[in-house]
């Protein structure tokens, strides 16, 4: 398994955001999470392209988007022209999600498509051959600092097995309650890219708790650790 941290971003104190992100890389962070809302899909309002056009400057990991809003296709680019090299668009407001998929690829982004708790794995089982990478919530998506839902284990084994009957090694990115004590049950499930936001930035410690946790993460992540 290829284990990659995303800290995310919505939890951290961006009146010092550069130095933030800085001491997250500084703890082995992979990508750098970036959770955009609009106040319509999701009950909060978060950040735009500027944000993430200023994270390009400073971040020295690749920059990941997950698009919490109602009409991705029309922002999306706006993401990627800023520096995202990663963009994430949820299941539940595309009606044409294979146009999406392959319009993100076109603008040079790995293209990711994302799932909220309640909406069955059925609903990606056409577009599973051509995804990057699926983004599971596990919570219910708006606000930072919630507690993993317990039922997201079990979904990421079935989304890695109906995504390796697909053909398709994409990876799983979990999002939502993760910390040192739900890593390794999603590691284990199947999950390679951890966005963890609370139980990275509100800490004392930004660098230490990241290395903490992806070393959690490696350490379920081997043979002896896994429980798949």
Do not use: C, W
Not at 173 to 196: Q, W
């Amino acid at each position: 398994m290829n284990i990659r941290l995303a800290p995310s971003i919505l939890a951290a104190d961006f009146a010092a955001l550069g130095d933030a992100v800085a001491a997250a890389e500084q703890g082995g962070a992979d990508l750098i999470h970036v959770d955009v809302m609009d106040g319509h899909f999701v009950p909060n309002l978060t950040v735009g392209p500027l944000v993430v056009r200023s994270l390009k400057r400073v971040a020295r990991v690749p920059i990941d988007v997950h698009l919490m809003i109602t009409d991705p296709d029309r922002y999306a680019e706006a993401f990627a022209k800023a520096g995202a090299s990663m963009v994430s668009v949820h299941v539940e407001v595309l009606p044409h999600l294979n146009r999406t998929v392959a319009f993100l690829k076109e603008l040079g982004v790995k293209a990711g498509v994302a799932i909220n708790p309640a909406t069955p794995l059925a609903s990606l089982e056409e577009i599973a051959p051509d995804v990057d990478y699926v983004l599971v919530m596990s919570v219910n998506p708006g606000f930072g600092g919630q507690a993993f839902l317990p039922r997201t284990e079990s979904k990421i084994r079935s989304l890695r097995a109906m995504l390796d009957a697909a053909g398709n090694a994409a990876p799983i990115e979990v999002d939502g309650g993760i910390d040192l004590g739900t890593v390794g049950s999603v590691v284990g499930a199947g999950a390679e890219i951890l966005v963890a936001g609370s139980s990275i930035f509100h800490t004392p410690d930004i660098a230490a708790a990241a290395r903490a946790l992806r070393s959690a993460a490696e350490r379920a992540a081997t043979p002896a650790g896994r429980t798949r």
